[in-house]
T-cell receptor, first 110, second 114 residues
């Protein structure tokens, strides 16, 4: 089993829609998790950190289920500017580096 | 602060050539790492460093060497380039001490090996 696995996508949704991405991880010792956003093969940028049951930031909610080793990202009221690739990430070696999922592509249309 | 800088932005090599991808950060971060990104593959960890003089291998280290002589710089060397090393390379850095520290990425180097 790969360390991080994500929904393959792509997700194509209209503006205003709610969309959820799922991610599973294999290392039960992982303490923290991240969602990064990447635009058009530019550098990834941190969207949210998750190190308890969940985290909310405006339209974005990340949830963690340690028993199932499952992380989700919910985007409400999707905007055109949300179109990007969303990367599920876990720490490597206590935070010295990162292990990435393959990413899920979101396309929001008007 | 310039953050994390990478040079060059683009590079074309012939098979067998060697080159060094440069990475520098001005945030006094202890941790630095190199990733490659291929279409549909996400980012994969090549090598990483927890401080000057200390490096270790990541998921895909073969064909690459690194060194960390200063806190600021973490160059990645391709000793004999192969077409399979055609990719986008990202360097990242983060501060020490907390597992949820944000990693800051450079803009990437787009490498083509012919």
């Amino acid at each position: 089993r790969k360390e991080v696995e994500q929904d393959p996508g792509p997700f194509n949704v209209p503006e205003g829609a709610t969309v959820a991405f799922n991610c599973t991880y294999s290392n039960s010792a992982s303490q923290s998790f991240f969602w990064y956003r990447q635009d058009c093969r530019k550098e990834p940028k941190l969207l949210m950190s998750v190190y308890s049951s969940g985290n909310e930031d405006g339209r974005f909610t990340a949830q963690l289920n340690r028993a199932s080793q499952y992380i989700s990202l919910l985007i409400r009221d999707s905007k055109l500017s949300d179109s990007a690739t969303y990367l599920c990430v876990v720490p490597h070696q206590a935070g010295t580096a990162l292990i990435f999922g393959k990413g899920t592509t979101l396309s929001v249309s008007s | 602060n310039a953050g994390v800088t990478q040079t060059p932005k683009f590079q074309v090599l012939k098979t067998g050539q060697s080159m060094t991808l440069q990475c520098a950060q001005d945030m006094n971060h202890e941790y630095m790492s190199w990733y490659r990104q291929d279409p549909g593959m996400g980012l994969r960890l090549i090598h990483y460093s927890v401080g000057a003089g200390i490096t270790d291998q990541g998921e895909v280290p073969n064909g690459y060497n690194v060194s960390r002589s200063t806190t600021e710089d973490f160059p990645l060397r391709l000793l004999s380039a192969a077409p399979s090393q055609t990719s986008v390379y990202f360097c990242a850095s983060s501060g020490k001490g907390q597992v949820y520290n944000e990693q800051f990425f450079g803009p990437g180097t787009r490498l083509t090996v012919l």
